[in-house]
């Protein structure tokens, strides 16, 4: 019995450690919002509904107001810029079905639709040196991804999913889409976007998580 005490101590522990599992929160939104209507499948696949979804975050929910709401882009740019919600919903948008994995063990597939990140980059221009870029979330959190990686696999920051707005539990106004890679790359209420030359361990790989963070490799580590 010691010993089976033991174990599920350990298990708690690790589960409270890990970077898709810090304050678990249950989806509070229903299937329609306004005039949305929430797409259950999407080119013949099914999608997880969002009320079913897995949802974590390191303080809790964050609410921000789509009006005051900014998105600046800085660093190795010719010109640091900023943008409205309403412009970030004026450019072309792109849809792509994309499976979240955790590095728990839990998954969902998803429809998400945003504006590629390379269509704001070039808003911006980035300087030849660049080559890693940072995303800083509204409530501290930060992470990492290359920036070759976002542009060959045309990286969208996602505004709807399912065909619904962002609810504010899955990161209104602005969640990125890091397909392949796990969860904790996937950034929620994204306000700043920092271009650098240098690597950068954001709040979980500082942790000890794997800064590639690519699914089905390791998730500690590098």
């Known amino acids: ?70 998105l600046r882009i800085s660093g190795l740019v010719d010109r640091p810029v900023e943008f409205t919600y309403d412009q970030l919903l004026a ?18 597939i998803a ?39 976002l542009l060959e696999k045309n990286i969208i920051l996602a505004y709807k999913i399912n065909d ?3 609810p504010p539990e899955r990161g209104f106004p602005l969640q990125l889409v890091a397909e392949d890679k796990y969860g904790y790359k996937y950034a929620k209420w994204v306000t700043d976007i920092e271009i650098t030359d240098e690597p950068y361990r954001g709040y979980w790989e500082r942790a000890g998580y794997s800064n590639k963070a690519d699914v089905g490799g390791p998730a500690f580590g590098d």
């Open 111 to 149: 429809k998400w639709t945003g504006v590629p990140v390379k269509t704001l980059f070039d808003e911006a221009g980035i300087k030849e040196n660049a080559t890693n870029v940072i995303f800083y979330s509204s409530d501290g959190y930060s992470t990492s991804l290359e920036l070759d990686y």
């Open 1 to 70: 019995m010691k010993r089976c005490n033991i174990v599920i101590i350990f298990l708690l522990l690790l589960s409270a450690a890990s970077g898709c599992a810090t304050l678990p929160e249950t989806p509070k939104i229903q299937e329609t919002s306004g005039n949305e209507s929430e797409t259950t499948v999407y080119e013949g696949i099914k999608l997880t509904s969002i009320s079913e979804q897995r949802n974590n975050a390191i303080k809790g929910t964050q609410f921000i107001d789509k009006y005051t709401y900014r």
């Open 91 to 108: 450019y072309p948008n792109v849809s792509k079905i994309d499976r979240l994995n955790c590095v728990e063990g839990w998954s969902f």
């Open 164 to 166: 619904i707005t962002l």
